[in-house]
Structure formats: C-alpha cells, structure tokens
Nanobody, 114 residues
Framework: QVQLVESGGGSVQPGGSLTLSCVVS????????MGWSRQLPGKQRESVAF???????NLPDSVKGRFTITRDDAKNTVLLQMNSLKPEDTAVYFC????????WGQGIQVTVSS
C-alpha cells in the first residue's frame, strides 16, 4: 500500500519560514516525479513545486525565489522549503508522486497570519 505522509505545517507570521516534509512508503520514489500542490479556500488545487526524477525543478512565478523543492530518494522523501511566506500562501498543501500511477498525501494546513 502506498502512503504519503506530510508534516511540518502550522501557523507562521508573514515573512516567516516553514519546511514541509513528505515521506513516501510502498514505492521506490526514484521511479517517480514528485511535487507539491496547494488548495486555497474556495479555489482549485494548484501546483506550487515539481521535481522530476532527474532533479529538474519547476515552480510557478508566485512562489519562485521563495520556495525550494528537494528530494532524497534514499529516504523516500520530498521537502518543500518555504521562505518569505505571505498571507496568500495560506492553504492546505498536498504532496504527490507521479509516474505510471499517481498518489497523493492527505494534506497539511499552512496558515500565514499576523
């Protein structure tokens, strides 16, 4: 059974930082692309960071320069380092793996508020 477990979310003030972690079990992550998406209240889920099997990354302009995605296939883990957080980053964040099949985590809340 494939499981993705996110951790590291919570509340932070504007300008603060958080690191989200996603530990994957049941598959070999080196065979998959990995990434993070988020869902803002009342809106569709949007991609915030993607990292290919090769290590190539892709992030939208809204987070580029503030968010960094990394992967450690030895630990079956994908990380999302988030700096200079803004209130508009408040959302539920989901990690995923994508290959022959696609799997998603349950999501974790990130709240940016003063």
């Amino acid at each position: 059974q494939v499981q993705l477990v996110e951790s590291g979310g919570g509340s932070v003030q504007p300008g603060g930082s958080l690191t989200l972690s996603c530990v994957v079990s049941g598959i070999i992550t080196s065979n998959y692309h990995m990434g993070w998406s988020r869902q803002l209240p009342g809106k569709q889920r949007e991609s915030v960071a993607f990292i290919a099997r090769t290590g190539h990354t892709n992030l939208p302009d809204s987070v580029k320069g503030r968010f960094t995605i990394t992967r450690d296939d030895a630990k079956n883990t994908v990380l999302l380092q988030m700096n200079s957080l803004k209130p508009e980053d408040t959302a539920v964040y989901f990690c995923y793996v994508r290959g022959v099949s696609e799997y998603w985590g349950q999501g974790i809340q990130v709240t940016v508020s003063s």
